[in-house]
Structures are given as C-alpha cells and as structure tokens.
C-alpha cells in the first residue's frame, strides 16, 4: 500500500538521522516548560534545528512560523552539515529559487545515499511552480527513481508537485514513468501517483472549474484552492478535509494539514504550503505527511 511503504519509509528513516526519542524523562518534561518568551528568533530555530525531544513535524511547524527569518539559521545548518534533515525540510518550506538552489547543491554533494534522498523528497514536493530548468530537471531526476529504493520518497514527492503543477510539461514528465500495459509496475507507489496525476490533469484541462473567491476569511480561500488544485483525482475531494492550518508571521504564507479519510484503516495526510501572491493564495508544495 502507497500510505504504509511511504509512512514506513519516512518514519523509519526520520528514526535513523534525527534520533527521534518516544520517551520524555522528567527532566525534559520540566526543561520544556521553561519561559522562551525572550528568546530570539534565530536562537529558537538553531534549538528546534537540534532539539531531539520535539517531534520533527512539531519542531518545522515552529520554524515556520519563524518565516525568512528562519532561512539564515537553515541554510546555515546546511553549509555546515549541521542538523541537515530538519533544515532541508524547513528550507523547502519557506525558500524561494536562491535558498532552494543551495540546497540543491548541498543534495548534489551528500555522500550518503539515504540522507541524499530524503533531503531530495523535501525539495522536490517544494517544486509544485518551478522557478527554473534547473528546477524542471531535478524534479526529473527524482522522478525517475521511482524503481530505486532509496530514492523511492523523493520520486513519490516529485510526482505529487507534478500533479498539483498540472501543465503541459508536468503531465508529459509524469506519463514517462506509467508503462503502456497498465498491468506493469502497477503496485509501485509512484506510478500509482502518476497515473492518478494524468488523469487529474486530463479532467482539470477537459473541465471548466470555477475560480476560487479572493472574498472571505484567508482560512476560506485556502480551503477552496486546496479543493480546486489538489487530490480531487478519482474523487478523493470528496473525503478530503483542512485541518491544522500555521501561518507565517507576516500572514504571506500558509502550511496546512490536509487529511483524505475513507475509514479508520484508510486514512492519509499531506502537508500543503500556499503563499499569497497577488492577493489569490496559490499551492506551492505539497508533501506525503502519515498514514493509518
């Protein structure tokens, strides 16, 4: 199943790099409900960066509340090769084509093949609106991988941003990994997706949707953007609802949690970061998140 292997693959990998901990000791339990109300904000990123203790969702929802002030610390950590996974992470998130750049030259040059590619996931579902050839290349690249092991998240990653870009280019990259015989490879999660994203593609261009109002509350416009521009592919906008919605401090960007709910053993979650631009808020990452 897509949600198990992703979920398990992401999990077990976080698990790996982060050295996440499922038990708190007393002592953390007290040090946590300490006063950080004066702490600075490159201070609070560099603590989340490296903070064990925090769940690695919890820690980036955090950073990005921080917005471009979080992007110095990260890209910091990244030059170093300081704390890489979760600033990877949080400089998908919130960077534009300079920040996404470095990190992709900083994937370019990761010696370890894991690491490599789970940075990779994280920029690649960043890459929703292509800034660049660059861009459109390693979007490519990721996709690709979808036979590789190691590279199996980042190609999944690459085929959702396809499937939310929707154009021309994004729908003739996805159709090189779906084989003509529809029976072939059908159990690999990628070309799973794809086919879904073609078919997404093919009904958005044959049907006329209606343009989401820029009246409202921003939580409103942000719920029908995500119905009109995302997983609606074989009908999952009808079992699709926004949860959590952060936003940035200057309101100019948004990560939401988005959930498809089918039942209690069909259940998956994806994280969507939209950025007003033009007074419309528009999709511009989307990332497998969990699954029950």
């Known amino acids: 199943m897509l949600e198990n292997r992703c979920a398990y693959y992401f999990l077990t990998t976080a698990l790996l ?15 946590s409900s300490r006063d950080v109300t004066n702490e600075q904000s490159g201070e609070r990123v560099q603590r989340l960066l490296s903070d064990q203790q925090i769940d690695d969702s919890d ?49 370019a040059g990761e010696k370890d093949q894991e690491k490599k590619w789970l940075m990779a996931s994280f920029l690649a579902g960043a890459l929703v609106q292509p800034a660049s050839s660059e861009e459109w290349d390693f979007l490519e690249v990721c996709l690709r991988r979808y036979k590789n092991e190691n590279g199996g998240l980042a190609s999944f990653s690459a085929a959702l941003a396809l499937g939310v870009n929707a154009s021309p280019q994004a729908l003739h990259l996805l159709q ?19 086919r879904r994203a073609i078919l997404w593609i093919k009904q958005k261009s044959s049907i006329k949707t209606a343009t989401p109002s820029e009246k409202g509350s921003d939580l409103d416009q942000i719920k029908q953007i995500v119905l009109k521009d995302a997983f609606n592919a074989d009908e999952e906008g009808k079992h699709l609802s926004v949860g959590d919605v952060v936003f940035t401090g200057d309101k100019g960007r948004a990560l939401v949690s988005i959930e498809i709910y089918r039942g209690p053993k069909d259940a998956h ?14 999709i511009t990452g989307v990332w497998f998140s969990w699954a029950a």
Do not use: C
């Open 17 to 31: 790099f982060l050295g996440i901990s499922f038990i708190e000791s007393d002592g953390h339990a007290k040090s």
């Open 59 to 107: 820690a980036i929802n955090l950073i990005f509340k921080e917005d471009d002030k979080a992007l110095p610390i990260l890209l910091g950590a990244l030059r170093e090769g300081k704390n890489v996974e979760r600033a990877s992470w949080g400089v998908a998130y919130l960077g534009g084509p300079k920040e996404r750049e470095i990190l992709r030259n900083v994937i």
């Open 176 to 194: 090189t990994v779906v084989p003509p015989d529809q029976s072939s490879a059908s159990d690999n999660d990628t070309v799973q997706e794809a």
């Open 269 to 282: 979650s994806y994280d969507v970061v939209l950025e007003r631009r033009e007074g419309m808020w528009k």
